[in-house]
């Protein structure tokens, strides 16, 4: 069983729409936890960091995390389509500066 | 200012011979990161310099990767006898002070094909 799991989709859904992204994970060390998102043919850049439990607003993005559940998710209002990308869930337990990503979950926002 | 840069941006190699991938991180930054992606898979941790010292080479999947960082400034990520299953995409990330709290930018990466 891998340490962050992430459904890969892809995920479709009209400009607009609410989008729920998420990660479980098993490590209940984690403490740090980021969502990146990932460009085709491009390197990730960190959208939003949270540490340890609670919400985190910025814009049109939501990161929550319930570390009773190990599960954290990202949600987009009023979603683009310059939203499509991958999006990647990242964890470290703090005490090293070692990412732990997810698989990715590709979004595809169409007009 | 100018992002991490990586060269080059993609390599083919057979099966067996020598790679060498460059990363440039962004001025001042003195944490650096390497990760490996795999198609349809999010970066997998190979090693991280602070400075000029490997402070985690945890990640290096076997004695066939090597990472140098000489001057705490440029690093070049050396993979011997490569093997068919090294295809990926290399990702480079700085960070200004290498905590986790700080945000890792990252390269575009090099795709690297071993035929």
């Known amino acids: 069983q891998k340490e962050v799991e992430q459904d890969p989709g892809p995920l479709s859904v009209p400009e607009g729409a609410i989008v729920s992204l998420n990660c479980t994970y098993s490590?209940?060390?984690?403490?740090?936890f980021m969502w990146y998102r990932q460009y085709s043919r491009k390197g990730p850049e960190l959208l939003m960091y949270?540490?340890?439990?609670g919400n985190k607003e910025d814009g049109r993005f939501t990161a929550q995390v319930d570390k009773s559940s190990k599960y954290i998710s990202l949600f987009i209002r009023d979603s683009q389509p310059s939203d499509s990308a991958t999006y990647l869930c990242a964890m470290s337990a703090g005490n090293t500066d070692k990412l732990i990503f997810g698989t990715g979950t590709r979004l595809q926002v169409f007009p | 200012g100018a992002g991490v840069s990586q060269t080059p941006s993609n390599k083919v190699t057979e099966k067996g011979k020598y790679v060498e991938l460059r990363c440039d991180p962004i001025s001042g930054h003195t944490a650096l990161y390497w990760y490996r992606q795999s198609l349809g898979q999010g970066p997998e941790f190979l090693i991280y310099f602070q400075g000029t010292g490997a402070a985690d080479d945890s990640g290096l999947p076997n004695d066939r990767f090597f990472a140098v960082r000489p001057e705490g400034s440029v690093s070049t990520l050396k993979i011997q006898r490569t093997e068919r299953g090294d295809s990926a995409v290399y990702l480079c990330a700085s960070s200004l002070g290498g905590t986790v709290q700080e945000t890792q930018y990252f390269g575009p990466g090099t795709r690297l094909l071993v035929l």
């Open positions: 949270t540490y340890s439990s």
């Open positions: 490590n209940s060390a984690f403490q740090y």
